[in-house]
Protein backbone atom coordinates (compact mmCIF):
# COMPACT_ATOMS: atom_id res chain seq x y z
CA UNK A 1 0.00 0.00 0.00
CA UNK A 2 0.95 3.32 -0.47
CA UNK A 3 0.06 6.89 1.00
CA UNK A 4 -2.49 9.93 -0.15
CA UNK A 5 0.23 12.32 -0.58
CA UNK A 6 -1.96 15.68 -1.15
CA UNK A 7 -5.16 16.53 -1.84
CA UNK A 8 -7.67 18.60 -3.60
CA UNK A 9 -11.29 19.07 -4.15
CA UNK A 10 -13.44 21.86 -6.57
CA UNK A 11 -17.34 22.83 -6.30
CA UNK A 12 -18.04 25.15 -8.81
CA UNK A 13 -19.63 28.49 -7.72
CA UNK A 14 -23.39 28.31 -8.32
CA UNK A 15 -25.98 26.69 -6.80
CA UNK A 16 -29.64 25.85 -7.39
CA UNK A 17 -32.01 25.09 -4.38
CA UNK A 18 -34.41 22.65 -5.03
CA UNK A 19 -37.37 25.20 -3.74
CA UNK A 20 -36.25 27.42 -6.79
CA UNK A 21 -37.15 24.27 -8.99
CA UNK A 22 -40.35 23.90 -7.56
CA UNK A 23 -41.46 27.68 -8.14
CA UNK A 24 -41.03 27.22 -11.66
CA UNK A 25 -42.23 23.71 -12.04
CA UNK A 26 -45.08 23.85 -9.10
CA UNK A 27 -44.23 20.58 -7.89
CA UNK A 28 -43.25 19.84 -4.39
CA UNK A 29 -39.29 20.07 -5.19
CA UNK A 30 -36.68 18.44 -3.62
CA UNK A 31 -34.94 19.27 -0.10
CA UNK A 32 -31.83 20.95 -0.50
CA UNK A 33 -29.28 22.52 -3.26
CA UNK A 34 -26.72 21.40 -5.70
CA UNK A 35 -23.88 22.69 -7.24
CA UNK A 36 -24.07 23.62 -11.00
CA UNK A 37 -21.01 23.92 -13.61
CA UNK A 38 -21.13 27.26 -14.73
CA UNK A 39 -22.14 27.09 -19.12
CA UNK A 40 -18.07 28.07 -19.33
CA UNK A 41 -17.17 24.92 -17.56
CA UNK A 42 -16.90 20.78 -18.05
CA UNK A 43 -15.50 17.99 -16.17
CA UNK A 44 -11.86 19.12 -17.65
CA UNK A 45 -11.87 22.51 -16.57
CA UNK A 46 -13.28 21.03 -13.20
CA UNK A 47 -10.68 18.99 -12.50
CA UNK A 48 -7.52 21.32 -13.24
CA UNK A 49 -9.13 23.05 -10.70
CA UNK A 50 -9.18 20.37 -8.06
CA UNK A 51 -5.73 19.36 -9.76
CA UNK A 52 -4.14 23.20 -8.72
CA UNK A 53 -5.21 22.77 -5.39
CA UNK A 54 -3.46 18.68 -5.35
CA UNK A 55 -0.38 19.79 -6.90
CA UNK A 56 0.46 23.31 -5.42
CA UNK A 57 3.61 22.06 -4.19
CA UNK A 58 6.23 21.68 -7.28
CA UNK A 59 7.89 19.25 -4.88
CA UNK A 60 5.02 17.03 -5.43
CA UNK A 61 4.34 17.71 -8.98
CA UNK A 62 7.51 16.89 -10.18
CA UNK A 63 7.44 13.31 -8.23
CA UNK A 64 4.11 12.89 -10.60
CA UNK A 65 4.80 9.81 -13.04
CA UNK A 66 0.80 9.69 -14.12
CA UNK A 67 -2.34 11.36 -14.69
CA UNK A 68 -5.88 9.87 -14.35
CA UNK A 69 -9.22 11.84 -15.30
CA UNK A 70 -12.30 9.62 -14.47
CA UNK A 71 -15.57 10.98 -15.67
CA UNK A 72 -18.76 9.73 -16.83
CA UNK A 73 -18.94 13.16 -19.15
CA UNK A 74 -15.82 13.58 -20.91
CA UNK A 75 -15.77 16.80 -22.62
CA UNK A 76 -14.07 14.39 -25.47
CA UNK A 77 -14.59 10.93 -26.84
CA UNK A 78 -11.75 9.45 -28.32
CA UNK A 79 -9.30 12.24 -27.46
CA UNK A 80 -7.46 12.00 -23.77
CA UNK A 81 -9.15 14.60 -21.88
CA UNK A 82 -6.29 14.11 -19.18
CA UNK A 83 -3.67 15.66 -21.56
CA UNK A 84 -5.92 19.22 -21.51
CA UNK A 85 -5.21 19.21 -17.60
CA UNK A 86 -2.09 18.04 -18.08
CA UNK A 87 -1.15 20.98 -20.28
CA UNK A 88 -3.04 23.03 -17.62
CA UNK A 89 -1.16 21.82 -14.66
CA UNK A 90 2.41 22.63 -16.52
CA UNK A 91 3.07 18.87 -15.83
CA UNK A 92 6.40 17.51 -17.68
CA UNK A 93 6.15 15.76 -20.84
CA UNK A 94 6.95 12.28 -19.54
CA UNK A 95 4.35 12.32 -17.45
CA UNK A 96 1.66 9.46 -18.89
CA UNK A 97 -1.98 10.40 -19.50
CA UNK A 98 -5.35 8.31 -19.58
CA UNK A 99 -8.87 8.67 -19.25
CA UNK A 100 -10.73 5.99 -17.54
CA UNK A 101 -14.52 6.61 -17.35
CA UNK A 102 -17.93 5.93 -17.90
CA UNK A 103 -19.21 3.80 -14.83
CA UNK A 104 -19.43 6.47 -11.49
CA UNK A 105 -17.63 3.85 -9.72
CA UNK A 106 -14.57 4.55 -12.35
CA UNK A 107 -13.70 7.66 -9.77
CA UNK A 108 -12.93 5.59 -6.45
CA UNK A 109 -11.57 2.22 -8.39
CA UNK A 110 -9.19 4.57 -10.06
CA UNK A 111 -8.42 5.93 -6.56
CA UNK A 112 -7.62 2.19 -5.06
CA UNK A 113 -6.43 0.77 -8.50
CA UNK A 114 -3.28 4.17 -7.63
CA UNK A 115 -3.04 2.83 -3.92
CA UNK A 116 -1.94 -0.44 -5.15
CA UNK A 117 0.45 0.90 -8.02
CA UNK A 118 4.04 1.67 -7.34
CA UNK A 119 4.13 4.80 -9.26
CA UNK A 120 3.28 8.55 -8.26
CA UNK A 121 -0.28 8.78 -9.60
CA UNK A 122 -2.28 11.56 -9.84
CA UNK A 123 -5.96 10.50 -9.76
CA UNK A 124 -8.65 13.30 -10.90
CA UNK A 125 -12.28 12.60 -10.43
CA UNK A 126 -14.62 14.86 -12.16
CA UNK A 127 -18.47 14.93 -12.38
CA UNK A 128 -21.30 17.07 -14.17
CA UNK A 129 -25.03 15.86 -13.54
CA UNK A 130 -28.28 16.23 -13.87
CA UNK A 131 -31.79 14.48 -14.91
CA UNK A 132 -35.09 15.22 -16.32
CA UNK A 133 -36.38 18.36 -15.56
CA UNK A 134 -38.65 17.98 -12.18
CA UNK A 135 -37.04 14.61 -11.51
CA UNK A 136 -35.52 13.52 -8.48
CA UNK A 137 -32.05 13.50 -10.43
CA UNK A 138 -32.05 16.73 -11.18
CA UNK A 139 -32.99 18.09 -7.74
CA UNK A 140 -30.02 16.32 -6.03
CA UNK A 141 -27.34 15.12 -8.10
CA UNK A 142 -24.21 17.88 -8.55
CA UNK A 143 -21.25 18.83 -9.92
CA UNK A 144 -17.73 19.13 -8.70
CA UNK A 145 -14.38 16.70 -8.52
CA UNK A 146 -11.34 15.83 -6.33
CA UNK A 147 -7.79 14.84 -7.04
CA UNK A 148 -5.10 12.95 -5.16
CA UNK A 149 -1.73 12.71 -5.65
CA UNK A 150 -0.88 8.81 -4.59
CA UNK A 151 2.85 7.39 -3.88
CA UNK A 152 5.12 6.10 -1.68
CA UNK A 153 5.82 8.46 1.28
CA UNK A 154 8.87 10.95 1.37
CA UNK A 155 10.57 13.73 3.26
CA UNK A 156 7.75 15.53 1.62
CA UNK A 157 3.91 15.76 3.19
CA UNK A 158 1.76 13.12 3.90
CA UNK A 159 -1.38 13.30 4.27
CA UNK A 160 -2.64 9.60 4.72
CA UNK A 161 -1.20 6.31 4.75
CA UNK A 162 -3.39 4.15 3.01
CA UNK A 163 -3.88 0.61 5.02
CA UNK A 164 -6.08 -1.55 3.46
CA UNK A 165 -9.41 -2.08 0.89
CA UNK A 166 -11.45 -4.27 0.06
CA UNK A 167 -14.22 -4.57 -3.30
CA UNK A 168 -17.31 -6.73 -3.84
CA UNK A 169 -19.27 -6.66 -7.23
CA UNK A 170 -22.11 -8.04 -8.67
CA UNK A 171 -24.36 -7.68 -12.06
CA UNK A 172 -27.71 -6.14 -11.46
CA UNK A 173 -29.48 -3.17 -12.92
CA UNK A 174 -29.20 -0.68 -10.80
CA UNK A 175 -28.87 2.76 -12.82
CA UNK A 176 -27.54 3.16 -16.53
CA UNK A 177 -27.26 5.43 -19.38
CA UNK A 178 -26.77 4.76 -23.51
CA UNK A 179 -24.37 6.53 -25.16
CA UNK A 180 -25.66 9.98 -26.47
CA UNK A 181 -28.16 9.93 -23.76
CA UNK A 182 -28.81 12.94 -21.47
CA UNK A 183 -29.34 11.55 -18.47
CA UNK A 184 -29.40 8.24 -16.48
CA UNK A 185 -32.13 6.28 -15.62
CA UNK A 186 -32.77 3.81 -12.99
CA UNK A 187 -34.63 0.83 -11.45
CA UNK A 188 -36.65 1.40 -8.46
CA UNK A 189 -34.20 2.07 -5.52
CA UNK A 190 -35.74 -0.88 -3.28
CA UNK A 191 -34.27 -3.23 -5.77
CA UNK A 192 -30.77 -2.55 -5.14
CA UNK A 193 -30.76 -1.23 -1.75
CA UNK A 194 -30.86 -5.57 -0.71
CA UNK A 195 -27.73 -5.87 -3.07
CA UNK A 196 -25.74 -2.91 -2.12
CA UNK A 197 -26.38 -3.81 1.64
CA UNK A 198 -24.39 -6.95 1.15
CA UNK A 199 -21.74 -5.83 -1.46
CA UNK A 200 -21.16 -2.91 0.88
CA UNK A 201 -20.72 -5.17 4.17
CA UNK A 202 -18.53 -7.59 2.42
CA UNK A 203 -16.02 -5.12 1.26
CA UNK A 204 -16.36 -3.17 4.48
CA UNK A 205 -15.25 -6.42 5.83
CA UNK A 206 -12.47 -7.73 3.59
CA UNK A 207 -10.99 -3.68 3.86
CA UNK A 208 -11.54 -3.79 7.53
CA UNK A 209 -9.31 -7.03 8.03
CA UNK A 210 -7.03 -6.12 5.13
CA UNK A 211 -5.86 -3.19 7.46
CA UNK A 212 -6.30 -4.87 10.32
CA UNK A 213 -8.38 -2.99 12.45
CA UNK A 214 -11.43 -3.37 14.68
CA UNK A 215 -15.15 -1.46 14.10
CA UNK A 216 -14.53 0.67 17.39
CA UNK A 217 -10.71 1.63 15.96
CA UNK A 218 -13.38 3.66 13.09
CA UNK A 219 -12.69 7.15 13.94
CA UNK A 220 -15.12 8.62 10.80
CA UNK A 221 -17.18 6.92 8.40
CA UNK A 222 -18.40 8.21 4.99
CA UNK A 223 -20.32 6.54 2.91
CA UNK A 224 -21.86 7.43 -0.17
CA UNK A 225 -23.50 6.28 -3.77
CA UNK A 226 -26.35 6.99 -6.24
CA UNK A 227 -28.85 5.22 -3.60
CA UNK A 228 -28.96 6.77 -0.89
CA UNK A 229 -31.35 4.66 0.55
CA UNK A 230 -28.62 2.01 0.94
CA UNK A 231 -26.25 4.25 1.90
CA UNK A 232 -27.70 5.12 4.68
CA UNK A 233 -29.05 1.76 5.88
CA UNK A 234 -25.48 0.32 5.61
CA UNK A 235 -24.16 3.36 7.68
CA UNK A 236 -26.51 2.44 10.53
CA UNK A 237 -25.41 -1.20 10.08
CA UNK A 238 -22.16 -1.18 9.77
CA UNK A 239 -21.01 -1.27 13.35
CA UNK A 240 -19.54 2.10 13.45
CA UNK A 241 -20.57 4.45 16.25
CA UNK A 242 -23.21 7.02 14.48
CA UNK A 243 -21.68 9.99 16.00
CA UNK A 244 -18.58 9.02 13.85
CA UNK A 245 -20.34 8.36 10.58
CA UNK A 246 -20.47 11.48 8.71
CA UNK A 247 -23.17 13.61 6.27
CA UNK A 248 -22.77 12.95 2.59
CA UNK A 249 -22.84 16.25 1.76
CA UNK A 250 -25.24 15.96 -0.88
CA UNK A 251 -28.07 17.97 0.87
CA UNK A 252 -25.74 20.71 0.06
CA UNK A 253 -23.93 20.32 -3.25
CA UNK A 254 -25.91 16.91 -4.19
CA UNK A 255 -24.02 13.87 -5.26
CA UNK A 256 -21.35 14.52 -7.69
CA UNK A 257 -21.79 10.70 -9.27
CA UNK A 258 -17.95 10.02 -9.71
CA UNK A 259 -16.62 12.65 -7.63
CA UNK A 260 -18.23 12.20 -4.70
CA UNK A 261 -16.34 9.62 -3.05
CA UNK A 262 -13.17 11.41 -3.84
CA UNK A 263 -15.01 14.51 -2.38
CA UNK A 264 -16.26 12.66 0.92
CA UNK A 265 -12.48 11.37 1.47
CA UNK A 266 -11.56 15.08 1.48
CA UNK A 267 -14.07 16.03 3.55
CA UNK A 268 -12.59 13.17 6.06
CA UNK A 269 -9.17 14.61 5.61
CA UNK A 270 -10.16 18.09 5.96
CA UNK A 271 -10.86 17.43 9.44
CA UNK A 272 -8.77 14.43 10.41
CA UNK A 273 -6.35 14.62 13.68
CA UNK A 274 -2.98 12.66 13.27
CA UNK A 275 -3.37 9.03 13.53
CA UNK A 276 -7.30 9.25 13.08
CA UNK A 277 -8.50 6.06 10.96
CA UNK A 278 -10.73 7.19 8.34
CA UNK A 279 -12.93 4.97 6.79
CA UNK A 280 -14.50 5.77 2.83
CA UNK A 281 -17.68 3.20 1.27
CA UNK A 282 -18.52 4.03 -2.23
CA UNK A 283 -22.02 2.02 -3.47
CA UNK A 284 -21.93 1.70 -7.34
CA UNK A 285 -22.45 -1.43 -9.16
CA UNK A 286 -21.03 -3.49 -6.27
CA UNK A 287 -18.89 -1.60 -3.63
CA UNK A 288 -15.52 0.36 -2.63
CA UNK A 289 -14.16 0.12 0.36
CA UNK A 290 -10.88 2.12 1.63
CA UNK A 291 -9.02 2.28 5.00
CA UNK A 292 -6.57 4.93 5.54
CA UNK A 293 -4.83 6.41 8.75
CA UNK A 294 -4.17 10.23 9.08
CA UNK A 295 -0.48 11.01 8.89
CA UNK A 296 1.44 12.83 11.61
CA UNK A 297 2.42 15.55 8.96
CA UNK A 298 -1.52 16.20 7.14
CA UNK A 299 -1.79 19.65 8.38
CA UNK A 300 1.00 20.16 5.84
CA UNK A 301 -0.85 18.18 3.13
CA UNK A 302 -4.00 19.82 3.19
CA UNK A 303 -4.65 22.38 0.62
CA UNK A 304 -4.94 25.99 0.89
CA UNK A 305 -8.78 25.32 0.88
CA UNK A 306 -11.42 22.98 2.16
CA UNK A 307 -14.54 21.10 1.26
CA UNK A 308 -16.22 23.31 3.41
CA UNK A 309 -15.12 26.72 2.38
CA UNK A 310 -15.87 25.49 -1.40
CA UNK A 311 -19.17 24.98 -0.40
CA UNK A 312 -20.07 27.97 1.86
CA UNK A 313 -18.60 30.50 -1.05
CA UNK A 314 -20.76 29.52 -3.13
CA UNK A 315 -24.26 31.38 -4.36
CA UNK A 316 -27.88 30.29 -4.34
CA UNK A 317 -28.91 32.88 -6.94
CA UNK A 318 -29.06 30.76 -10.19
CA UNK A 319 -32.34 31.03 -12.34
CA UNK A 320 -33.57 28.04 -13.44
CA UNK A 321 -33.87 28.95 -16.99
CA UNK A 322 -30.08 29.63 -16.67
CA UNK A 323 -29.19 26.43 -14.92
CA UNK A 324 -31.32 24.43 -17.97
CA UNK A 325 -29.66 26.94 -20.60
CA UNK A 326 -26.23 25.95 -19.27
CA UNK A 327 -27.10 21.74 -19.47
CA UNK A 328 -28.18 22.30 -23.11
CA UNK A 329 -31.83 21.68 -21.83
CA UNK A 330 -33.36 24.74 -22.96
CA UNK A 331 -32.53 26.46 -26.66
CA UNK A 332 -32.43 30.18 -26.31
CA UNK A 333 -31.90 32.68 -29.03
CA UNK A 334 -28.25 33.64 -29.11
CA UNK A 335 -26.59 36.86 -28.92
CA UNK A 336 -26.81 38.91 -32.51
CA UNK A 337 -23.80 38.75 -33.05
CA UNK A 338 -20.56 36.35 -34.98
CA UNK A 339 -20.31 33.26 -33.12
CA UNK A 340 -16.73 32.40 -32.17
CA UNK A 341 -14.56 30.80 -34.13
CA UNK A 342 -13.09 27.30 -33.70
CA UNK A 343 -9.45 26.76 -32.17
CA UNK A 344 -6.91 25.62 -34.74
CA UNK A 345 -4.62 23.31 -33.41
CA UNK A 346 -1.03 24.56 -34.74
CA UNK A 347 -1.45 27.60 -33.16
CA UNK A 348 -2.79 25.69 -30.04
CA UNK A 349 0.25 23.46 -29.89
CA UNK A 350 2.68 26.46 -30.68
CA UNK A 351 1.56 28.33 -27.67
CA UNK A 352 0.60 25.52 -25.35
CA UNK A 353 2.49 26.60 -22.89
CA UNK A 354 0.60 30.45 -22.44
CA UNK A 355 -2.95 28.89 -23.71
CA UNK A 356 -3.15 25.89 -21.40
CA UNK A 357 -0.34 27.15 -18.89
CA UNK A 358 -0.50 30.86 -18.49
CA UNK A 359 2.82 31.57 -19.27
CA UNK A 360 3.46 34.53 -19.38
CA UNK A 361 7.86 36.23 -19.89
CA UNK A 362 9.93 38.30 -18.13
CA UNK A 363 13.08 40.23 -19.66
CA UNK A 364 16.30 39.18 -18.59
CA UNK A 365 17.30 42.43 -18.22
CA UNK A 366 14.98 44.72 -16.90
CA UNK A 367 12.39 42.25 -15.52
CA UNK A 368 9.55 43.77 -17.14
CA UNK A 369 6.37 40.77 -17.44
CA UNK A 370 4.68 40.31 -20.65
CA UNK A 371 1.32 38.49 -20.75
CA UNK A 372 1.06 36.94 -23.51
CA UNK A 373 4.30 36.29 -23.82
CA UNK A 374 6.69 38.64 -26.35
CA UNK A 375 10.14 38.27 -27.89
CA UNK A 376 11.01 41.78 -27.70
CA UNK A 377 10.71 43.26 -24.55
CA UNK A 378 8.28 46.26 -24.85
CA UNK A 379 10.27 48.21 -21.54
CA UNK A 380 14.07 48.00 -22.82
CA UNK A 381 14.02 46.51 -25.99
CA UNK A 382 16.09 43.48 -25.86
CA UNK A 383 15.40 40.46 -28.33
CA UNK A 384 14.88 36.87 -27.34
CA UNK A 385 16.38 37.51 -23.39
CA UNK A 386 13.04 36.13 -22.19
CA UNK A 387 12.22 33.84 -19.32
CA UNK A 388 8.98 32.05 -19.09
CA UNK A 389 6.86 32.82 -15.84
CA UNK A 390 3.91 30.72 -14.40
CA UNK A 391 1.00 33.20 -13.50
CA UNK A 392 -1.80 31.20 -13.10
CA UNK A 393 -1.64 31.51 -9.55
CA UNK A 394 -0.12 34.86 -9.19
CA UNK A 395 -2.77 36.90 -7.29
CA UNK A 396 -3.91 39.92 -9.25
CA UNK A 397 -6.30 43.03 -8.74
CA UNK A 398 -8.54 44.63 -11.07
CA UNK A 399 -7.49 47.79 -12.28
CA UNK A 400 -10.00 48.61 -14.44
CA UNK A 401 -13.03 47.06 -16.06
CA UNK A 402 -16.20 47.14 -19.18
CA UNK A 403 -19.61 45.72 -18.77
CA UNK A 404 -20.19 44.51 -22.75
CA UNK A 405 -23.90 43.32 -23.76
CA UNK A 406 -22.98 43.21 -27.30
CA UNK A 407 -20.10 40.63 -26.98
CA UNK A 408 -21.36 37.35 -27.83
CA UNK A 409 -21.60 35.10 -24.26
CA UNK A 410 -24.16 32.44 -23.08
CA UNK A 411 -24.56 34.53 -20.22
CA UNK A 412 -24.22 38.38 -21.36
CA UNK A 413 -23.24 40.50 -20.17
CA UNK A 414 -19.27 40.07 -20.61
CA UNK A 415 -16.99 41.45 -17.76
CA UNK A 416 -14.17 42.85 -19.09
CA UNK A 417 -11.54 43.50 -16.83
CA UNK A 418 -7.26 44.60 -16.97
CA UNK A 419 -5.59 43.03 -14.53
CA UNK A 420 -2.60 43.76 -12.55
CA UNK A 421 -0.37 40.84 -11.72
CA UNK A 422 1.34 41.11 -8.09
CA UNK A 423 5.28 41.44 -9.18
CA UNK A 424 4.05 43.13 -12.36
CA UNK A 425 2.40 42.10 -15.59
CA UNK A 426 -0.84 43.82 -16.83
CA UNK A 427 -3.65 41.40 -19.11
CA UNK A 428 -7.00 42.11 -20.02
CA UNK A 429 -9.50 39.16 -19.79
CA UNK A 430 -12.91 37.81 -19.08
CA UNK A 431 -14.62 37.95 -15.47
CA UNK A 432 -16.62 35.21 -14.72
CA UNK A 433 -18.66 33.99 -11.42
CA UNK A 434 -19.48 37.21 -11.05
CA UNK A 435 -22.08 39.84 -12.24
CA UNK A 436 -21.92 43.62 -12.91
CA UNK A 437 -22.61 44.36 -9.14
CA UNK A 438 -20.51 42.58 -7.68
CA UNK A 439 -16.98 44.02 -9.75
CA UNK A 440 -15.18 46.82 -8.66
CA UNK A 441 -11.95 48.40 -9.01
CA UNK A 442 -9.21 46.95 -6.97
CA UNK A 443 -11.21 43.66 -6.34
CA UNK A 444 -9.04 41.36 -5.97
CA UNK A 445 -9.25 37.75 -8.66
CA UNK A 446 -7.22 34.88 -9.03
CA UNK A 447 -7.40 32.73 -12.78
CA UNK A 448 -9.47 30.13 -13.43
CA UNK A 449 -9.40 27.61 -16.34
CA UNK A 450 -12.05 27.65 -18.50
CA UNK A 451 -14.47 26.93 -21.72
CA UNK A 452 -13.99 29.93 -23.22
CA UNK A 453 -16.06 28.97 -26.65
CA UNK A 454 -16.92 26.02 -28.19
CA UNK A 455 -17.20 25.38 -32.01
CA UNK A 456 -17.43 21.94 -34.30
CA UNK A 457 -17.09 20.05 -31.66
CA UNK A 458 -13.87 21.50 -30.49
CA UNK A 459 -13.40 23.05 -26.89
CA UNK A 460 -11.32 25.93 -26.77
CA UNK A 461 -9.89 26.47 -23.02
CA UNK A 462 -8.55 29.33 -21.67
CA UNK A 463 -8.06 30.97 -18.92
CA UNK A 464 -10.35 33.82 -16.86
CA UNK A 465 -10.29 35.69 -13.59
CA UNK A 466 -12.81 35.36 -11.00
CA UNK A 467 -13.42 37.28 -7.72
CA UNK A 468 -10.80 34.98 -4.83
CA UNK A 469 -12.80 32.43 -3.62
CA UNK A 470 -13.57 32.72 0.49
CA UNK A 471 -15.74 31.17 2.61
CA UNK A 472 -19.34 32.73 4.20
CA UNK A 473 -21.36 33.84 1.35
CA UNK A 474 -18.27 35.66 -0.79
CA UNK A 475 -17.68 36.60 -3.55
CA UNK A 476 -21.30 38.32 -3.89
CA UNK A 477 -22.56 37.94 -8.12
CA UNK A 478 -26.22 38.11 -7.37
CA UNK A 479 -28.26 36.11 -9.85
CA UNK A 480 -27.00 34.83 -12.95
Request: glycine share 10%.
Amino acid sequence: MTDILTYGVYVPYWRLPGSTIATVLGSAGARGTRAVASYDEDTTTLAVEAGRQAVRDAAVRARVDAVHLATSQPAYMEKTNATTVHAALSMDPRVRCCDTGGAVRSGFASLIAAAHSTETTLVLASDTRTGAAGGVDEATTGDAAAAFVVGRASAGPSAAEVLGSGSASAEFLDRWREPGDRWSRSWEERFGESHYLRLAAESFESARKSAGIEVDAVTHLAVTGLSPRAAARFGRESGVDPSRIVTDLSGEIGNAGTAHAGLMLAELLDRAHPGDVLVVTSLADGADTLVLRASPSIDRARPARTVRSWIDAGNPGLGYADFLTWKGHLARQSPRRPEPDKAAAPPSMRRAEWKFGFAGSACSHCGSRHLPPQRVCLRCGSVDAMEPVPLADTPARVATYTIDHLAYSPAPPVIGVVLDFEGGGRYACELTDATPAGVSIGMDVEMTFRRISENSGIQNYFWKARPVVVAAGEPTGGSA
